[in-house]
């Protein structure tokens, strides 16, 4: 009977559905065990054999899971806002939810065809209104909290007023945009404008004036991760920083509780380690610097404040307010050109771009120990939001500054006296200090550093600072606040009216503020965000609802906010809507929350390590700490896969200044001799480095007669392992693997191609091996003759009990260690074993049909069903290895003559060396190295050596 994949594959895929085999519900019961995957934001492109990477290896997990008895979670939905859909609005009219559902169907049809154990009852897009009353609800929370630096949680914002209303701003420690101070009379005697400005500064959802990457082109501020090279990814127009009034979210206030939530996942440490550099936290000392020739000073953040007297300049942050107060008339000119330029480059590429540029403000500090003139200077390697945005530069002791110092030709003054300044000196942290002022220059009060460790200077340097009021102790973070508004159509709208300028939220039980309809999805010509053409887009708050603007009096009808909410607003909290996506009435419901708690297994991308992991690690916190989640890391353990690679094809056209003639191509293996031309070609009619020709010339008309110059008969392409991408025609649709080879031949091949976590080429010339493997496993039921059913009740050799044993130990350990690529190497080991063996054993046969079910569910749900078997294979038990199977009854050992290893003997795995040695010098081939040589001794090393000393 033929292995007919096709057959077998629809006919299970059909049943799980109408079964509702993957459907679970909570089961107090059974232990649970939450399986996730970074849920997809769906492309018009649709999946390439990349993107199934990480799902097939969660999959894998979770059916192995389930097998051992859990009751497992593993859901899948859409991230289905954004800015793709929305710009293939404009340029159609098409309406983005029209575009988006036509391409989350066409993603469920690849994902089912490729046979996931995914429970589709749980399915959530962002862009439901059903799903996004949630995000809503959750910002609306957000902006009527503030964090609590003593408790170290979020709290009601009435807390906060009532402590106002009593106090002022007496005795508070939370979480602020920037210090204020103020007394309870003062507070009292505020209007509510003025009141909601002042709780602006502290609540966690806020808006606030910040610095955005500002995309005219798409009318629209961008992620980091949106920009390239000054552009925009989508559509390459001109990126600009540009400070706007943006709603934030607070993450900053949770940095060290994100910090300290790392020491309790099971994460790789490089992802942790990544995470700690974004939150960045430094400890060190704010100090105040007198401008020369003013009456005001600036502050400055440094984690060194014991370098004060290597300081020879200060820098400031293109975007700081500083820099307007500090740039003399002689060199605003100069100034204004270089801000112009820095505008241009993202944070993110200031941060990792190492080039050196800058410019001198005119105007000089003065170091608050020594008295000197320091010159300040503006520089793109600072950043606003870290610390103050303005540093004190030691170039002898930090490798940017030194590079600064050496272009700008400033001065470098080392710390310790006839020292050469070199790399290996920056930033150290160990020795002893001969730290004294330029020679002449007289410090404050005599301070001095001399011959103290760095450690102990450090903190003699903090402790004067703050005695003398020169600043004080800081603990800082490179965190920034998340800017939280994008100005968009295809997007979450803010449940968000404004009243006297102010923002206020509308009613809860209203929720969700749906997005309205508009006709176009451009900004408007008033360079309003896209809503701005919504007619009826207005909040009446005596009614409670949405009206015509036509009817805004400022008095009860009010306008709506225009921006809309980020991609990542849908995907910070979407894990937790899947425990309990029904629910009308709550996020998730307490019973659901505590049934499922969190996430066992994470599966996804490393391009989410910063953003993503961060927004809802803190989203998650912050809905901890108002006892909507039960546990406050929402991740246990995360698995990045790595990326699957294009296998490109190219083509070579010779070079002809003829353009008349028809295009010729020359084989690979030819190309030498011409002058000639690599085209990429798709790979699609590429077979085993096979051009076909026919399907070439019927692929871009320009090549429709084209001529070809062979070599043995046949065009030979070339290739190259590249990112996989539609421009270099690489992209292999996983849809054609599953027509030619079947679903479980590229759930195997795509594990088998490496370890999960690595990158590796695609290569389609590799997939056949995994497809003749899968004939061969269904050989071992089917006689491929006869098609007569071969397992029976005959017993089990010990051999063939080994073989399976062995392979149930060695795929439980793997699937643990997530070695799926061995696991399937271990089962193609097995089978050829068990062909050898002649094993038709039933019982042997049943376990490995299990163990092989979560690679290869379709295989082996007919070959369970075949062997007699009723339900499905995944309502059955993982097999167990018995060690008894697994133990050796002989050990084959190498015997060797003065060292040198000259045959080999099998012995009894329990023979003593007594009769080790005697069947060693029974053996009719040692005679020939002893050859009448006197035995000096014999040296047995257990089960693996026996050494004969002659002389």
Same mark, same amino acid.
């Given at each position: 009977?033929?292995?007919?994949?096709?057959?077998?594959?629809?006919? +299970?895929?059909?049943?799980?559905?109408?079964?509702?085999?993957?459907?679970?519900?909570?089961?107090?019961?059974?232990?649970?065990?939450?399986?996730?995957?970074?849920?997809?934001?769906? &492309?018009?492109?649709?999946?390439?054999?990349?993107?199934?990477?990480?799902?097939?290896?969660?999959?894998?997990?979770?059916?192995?899971?389930?097998?051992?008895?859990?009751?497992?979670?593993?859901?899948?939905?859409?991230?289905?806002?954004?800015?793709?859909?929305?710009?293939?609005?404009?340029?159609?009219?098409?309406?983005?939810?029209?575009?988006?559902?036509?391409?989350?169907?066409?993603?469920?049809?690849?994902?089912?065809?490729?046979?996931?154990?995914?429970? +589709?009852?749980?399915?959530?897009r962002t862009c439901e209104p059903k799903y996004y009353k949630w995000t809503q609800w959750a910002f609306q929370k957000m902006f009527n909290s503030f964090y609590c630096n003593t408790c170290q949680k979020a709290q009601p914002i009435e807390k906060l007023i009532e402590h106002f209303s009593q106090k002022g701003t007496e005795g508070?420690?939370?979480?602020?945009?920037?210090?204020? &101070?103020?007394?309870?009379?003062?507070?009292?005697?505020?209007?509510?404008?003025e009141q909601q400005q002042v709780l602006m500064n502290y609540r966690i959802a806020y808006l606030g004036e910040t610095m955005v990457n500002w995309c005219a082109g798409l009318g629209t501020v961008l992620a980091n991760d949106e920009v390239v090279d000054g552009v925009s990814v989508r559509g390459g127009y001109p990126v600009v920083q540009k400070k706007m009034m943006q709603w934030c979210l607070r993450v900053s206030a949770y940095a060290q509780r994100l910090l300290d939530g790392l020491d309790t996942v099971d994460w790789t440490e490089s992802l942790k380690e990544t995470q700690r550099n974004w939150i960045g936290r430094s400890e060190g000392t704010e100090m105040q610097f007198k401008v020369a020739g003013q009456d005001w000073d600036f502050t400055i953040f440094t984690t060194r404040a014991d370098t004060i007297f290597g300081v020879?300049?200060?820098?400031?942050?293109?975007?700081?307010?500083?820099v307007e107060k500090l740039t003399t008339p002689e060199q605003k000119a100069e100034v204004d050109a270089y801000i112009e330029r820095t505008k241009k480059r993202t944070e993110r590429e200031r941060i990792s771009d190492r080039s050196v540029t800058g410019v001198f403000s005119g105007s000089y500090a003065i170091n608050?120990?020594?008295?000197?003139?320091?010159?300040?200077?503006?520089?793109?390697?600072?950043?606003?939001?870290?610390?103050?945005?303005?540093?004190?530069?030691?170039?002898?002791?930090?490798?940017?500054?030194?590079?600064?110092?050496?272009?700008?030709?400033?001065?470098?003054?080392?710390?310790?006296?006839?020292?050469?300044?070199?790399?290996?000196?920056?930033?150290?942290?160990?020795?002893?200090?001969?730290?004294?002022?330029?020679?002449g220059v007289e410090t404050l009060d005599g301070f001095s550093l001399n011959g103290l460790s760095v450690k102990e200077a450090i903190k003699k340097t903090k402790e004067f600072v703050t005695s003398h009021n020169m600043g004080r102790v800081k603990v800082n973070y490179r965190l920034r606040d998340a800017i939280f508004s994008r100005q968009r159509y295809w997007g979450e709208p803010f449940p968000v009216y404004y009243k006297d300028g102010m923002p206020y939220m509308i009613s809860e039980d209203k929720l969700p503020?749906?997005?309205?309809?508009?006709?176009?999805?451009?900004?408007?010509?008033?360079?309003?965000?896209?809503?701005?053409?919504?007619?009826?887009?207005? +909040?009446?708050?005596?009614?409670?609802?949405?009206?015509?603007?036509?009817?805004?009096?400022?008095?009860?009808?009010?306008?709506?906010?225009?921006?809309?909410?980020?991609?990542?607003?849908?995907? &910070?909290?979407?894990?937790?809507?899947y425990m309990d996506p029904h629910n009308d009435n709550a996020l998730v419901g307490e019973e659901a929350d505590h049934y499922w708690q969190n996430v066992d297994l994470y599966v996804g991308g490393t391009e989410h390590a910063t953003g993503h992991l961060i927004y809802s690690r803190f989203w998650n916190k912050f809905l901890f700490d108002l006892g909507v989640s039960c546990q406050e890391e929402p991740y246990k353990k995360l698995v990045n896969q790595g990326m699957i690679q294009g296998r490109s094809n190219f083509v070579y056209r010779v070079n002809s200044d003829d353009h008349s003639k028809k295009p010729l191509f020359v084989s690979l293996g030819l190309k030498d001799k011409y002058d000639v031309t690599p085209i990429h070609v798709d790979v699609n009619i590429v077979h085993g480095d096979v051009l076909d020709t026919e399907a070439f010339k019927a692929w871009r008309p320009e090549y429709n007669d084209a001529e070809f110059i062979l070599e043995d008969g046949k065009y030979v392409c070339g290739w190259a392992i590249e990112k996989m991408s539609k421009s270099m025609f690489n992209v292999v649709n996983p849809d054609m693997i599953v027509d030619k080879y079947g679903a479980d031949t590229l759930r195997l091949y795509e594990m088998f191609l490496g370890p999960v976590e690595q990158s590796k080429p695609w290569d389609t010339n590799g997939i056949d091996g995994c497809h003749r493997f899968l004939k061969k496993f269904w050989a071992l039921f089917y006689d491929q003759r006869t098609g007569e059913f071969l397992p029976d009740q005959s017993e089990p050799t010990p051999e063939q009990y080994k073989s399976v044993h062995k392979l149930i130990k060695k795929v439980t350990q793997d699937i643990e260690q997530f070695s799926y690529n061995t696991s399937i190497s271990a089962f193609m080991i097995c089978v050829n074993e068990l062909h050898q063996l002649k094993c038709h054993n039933q019982a042997l046969l049943t376990d490995v049909v299990g163990l092989i079910a979560p690679f290869a569910p379709h295989i082996a749900e007919e070959l369970w069903q075949a062997l007699g078997n009723s339900g499905s294979i995944f309502d059955a038990c993982w097999p167990e290895y018995n060690e008894k199977y697994l133990v050796e009854s002989t050990v084959q050992m190498g015997i060797a003559f003065n060292g040198k290893r000259r045959f080999e003997m099998q012995f009894a795995a329990d023979a003593d060396n007594a009769a080790i040695e005697q069947a060693v010098m029974a053996d009719p081939r040692t005679a020939k190295y002893i050859d009448g040589k006197q035995i000096v001794k014999v040296i047995i090393v257990p089960k693996r050596m026996v050494n004969v000393v002659v002389k």
């Open positions: 009977m033929e292995y007919n994949f096709r057959e077998i594959e629809k006919k +299970w895929q059909k049943q799980w559905a109408e079964m509702k085999t993957y459907q679970v519900t909570e089961d107090k019961s059974r232990e649970k065990f939450y399986v996730l995957n970074m849920f997809p934001y769906p &492309s018009g492109a649709g999946l390439h054999v990349g993107h199934p990477l990480g799902y097939i290896a969660s999959d894998i997990y979770a059916r192995y899971k389930r097998l051992m008895g859990y009751n497992v979670l593993n859901p899948m939905g859409y991230d289905a806002y954004g800015l793709p859909a929305e710009q293939y609005a404009i340029q159609t009219g098409q309406h983005p939810a029209i575009t988006t559902a036509e391409n989350i169907s066409r993603y469920r049809s690849q994902l089912d065809k490729i046979g996931f154990s995914f429970d +589709w009852n749980r399915e959530v508070l420690d939370v979480a602020q945009s920037e210090e204020m &101070s103020f007394t309870a009379a003062e507070w009292n005697a505020m209007s509510e404008k020879t300049f200060m820098v400031l942050a293109p975007e700081s307010e500083l608050p120990f020594t008295g000197e003139n320091i010159p300040i200077w503006i520089s793109d390697y600072v950043l606003a939001g870290y610390g103050t945005g303005a540093i004190m530069a030691v170039p002898a002791h930090d490798s940017r500054d030194y590079a600064f110092a050496k272009h700008f030709g400033l001065e470098i003054r080392p710390l310790i006296e006839g020292c050469d300044v070199s790399e290996e000196s920056f930033d150290a942290k160990e020795g002893t200090v001969c730290n004294s002022p330029k020679s503020l749906e997005l309205p309809e508009i006709d176009q999805y451009k900004p408007t010509e008033t360079g309003e965000p896209p809503l701005g053409h919504a007619k009826k887009w207005a +909040w009446d708050t005596e009614k409670n609802e949405v009206v015509d603007k036509s009817l805004i009096d400022n008095k009860t009808i009010f306008p709506l906010e225009l921006n809309t909410m980020p991609g990542f607003a849908g995907s &910070s909290a979407y894990y937790l809507r």
